[in-house]
């Protein structure tokens, strides 16, 4: 046993079991009257302190049996010289039952019991119900009190398990909690900075190029004008320094085909058996895309293919990123089971799944679809405008 949680039991288990053990060898001593009984009865002393502090007998289930039969060779022989040291079948009971397997501890306590029955008959006692009974009561007491306290003890320890792990889980949870927090508040922060600022920097620097264009060549406010739109662009690449450094991880070191692409990568947790293939395209030409753009793609790709391997059942599936003159279209296709869009509802744990991509997708401006039928696979595409000069 592992004694960490129930030290202080098994302290005190211990010490009422020594006590026991040394009042029942002072009274077969007294009651042996003879020498030769207080001899047995110290010889037999000795064997059991011994082994109450070797840390062999503790860690050892073969040098525990060797000790318990040196301990019960040594009561056999006070046994045969007076009646009285059967009592001390009952704290042997408990040294079986806790030192030796099950397998072997109920035949060593059924043994001890019928030497302790015999050795009283063969004292002279006379034959009575309280001879049998005595003995074999006490040993079906030390195996139930044994046995039941093993099984709190397992119990306990499996809670105590499941509270640990309980207490680990909610850690991971409160952790990836926090990183999906401050992942969320990055892309606010970007999304802001980008409609916010950087917008409003691009337009006072517009406002002054058109102005530095009426004005005449010999004006005096054309030099302010101009260190004025110099300084719109110097904080306008500011700014956007800002958003790319507020931009997901993914996003960090590598454009959106390049994230996108890594999302086809065997996903991770999953079967190979129960992932679909993954495939991602590029049409067009690959041009440079706001940051919020960026980030509102990448997000809608990833929530679509997490509810293809979670919720399609499909062996295969496509992304494909597309750029036009106007607009950048992103499709995700697979030919999993398919289902009614008109029956789509939050889910109860919290995750709204395809609203939130619609969100994502209309709060740019942009239009987000989904065509589906049971049995038929799963189209998401979203096509984003793109802003002029963008």
């Given at each position: 046993m592992d004694p960490r949680s129930l030290t202080p039991v098994l302290r005190a288990l211990r010490l009422c079991l020594h006590l026991l053990m040394a009042g029942l060898l002072v009274l077969a001593a007294v009651r042996a009257h003879s020498a030769a009984g207080t001899v047995a009865a110290v010889v037999m002393g000795a064997?059991?302190?011994?082994?109450?502090?070797?840390?062999?007998?503790?860690?050892?289930?073969?040098?525990?049996?060797?000790?318990?039969?040196?301990?019960?060779?040594?009561?056999?022989?006070?046994?045969?010289?007076?009646?009285?040291?059967?009592?001390?079948?009952?704290?042997l009971y408990?040294?079986?039952?806790?030192?030796?397997?099950?397998?072997?501890?109920?035949?060593?306590?059924?043994?001890?019991?019928?030497?302790?029955?015999?050795?009283?008959?063969g004292h002279g006692a006379a034959l009575n119900p309280g001879?049998?009974?005595?003995?074999?009561?006490?040993?079906?007491?030390?195996?139930?009190?044994?046995?039941?306290?093993?099984?709190?003890?397992?119990?306990?320890?499996?809670?105590?398990?499941?509270?640990?792990?309980?207490?680990?889980?909610r850690a991971e949870l409160a952790a990836a909690e926090r990183h999906a927090g401050t992942l969320a508040e990055r892309e606010r922060l970007a999304r802001e900075i980008h409609d916010t600022l950087a917008q409003g920097l691009s337009s006072i620097q517009l406002l002054l190029r058109a102005a530095e264009r009426v004005l005449p060549p010999d004006s005096p406010a054309a030099g302010h004008i101009g260190r004025?739109?110099?300084?719109?662009?110097?904080?306008?690449?500011?700014?956007?320094?800002?958003?790319?450094?507020?931009?997901?991880?993914?996003l960090e070191h590598g454009s959106l085909a390049a994230a996108l692409e890594r999302l086809c990568e065997p996903v991770t947790g999953v079967t190979p058996e129960a992932a679909p293939r993954v495939r991602f395209s590029v049409s067009g030409t690959p041009a440079e895309l706001p940051t919020p753009y960026e980030v509102a793609l990448l997000r809608i790709a990833q929530s679509a293919l997490a509810n293809t391997v979670r919720h399609a059942s499909a062996s295969r599936a496509e992304i494909t990123l597309s750029f036009m003159d106007a607009s950048v279209t992103l499709d995700v296709v697979d030919d999993g089971r398919g289902f009614d869009p008109a029956s789509v509802r939050p889910s109860s744990d919290g995750g709204f799944g395809l609203p939130a991509m619609r969100s994502r997708a209309e709060s740019l401006g942009g239009t987000f679809?989904?065509?589906?039928?049971?049995?038929?696979?799963?189209?998401?595409?979203?096509?984003?405008?793109?802003?002029?000069g963008a």
């Open positions: 064997v059991y302190a011994a082994g109450s502090y070797l840390p062999s007998v503790r860690g050892s289930q073969r040098a525990a049996g060797a000790w318990l039969g040196v301990l019960g060779v040594s009561w056999l022989g006070l046994l045969w010289l007076t009646p009285e040291a059967l009592w001390l079948a009952f704290p408990f040294l079986q039952l806790h030192l030796l397997p099950t397998r072997w501890s109920l035949p060593a306590v059924a043994l001890t019991a019928g030497a302790a029955i015999l050795s009283y008959v001879v049998f009974i005595g003995p074999l009561l006490g040993a079906a007491v030390a195996v139930a009190t044994v046995l039941g306290y093993q099984a709190l003890y397992r119990e306990s320890e499996r809670r105590r398990r499941l509270i640990e792990e309980l207490i680990e889980t004025a739109r110099e300084a719109a662009q110097d904080n306008l690449a500011e700014a956007r320094r800002f958003v790319r450094a507020l931009s997901p991880p993914d679809t989904v065509e589906s039928a049971p049995g038929q696979g799963t189209a998401v595409a979203v096509s984003l405008p793109l802003p002029a």
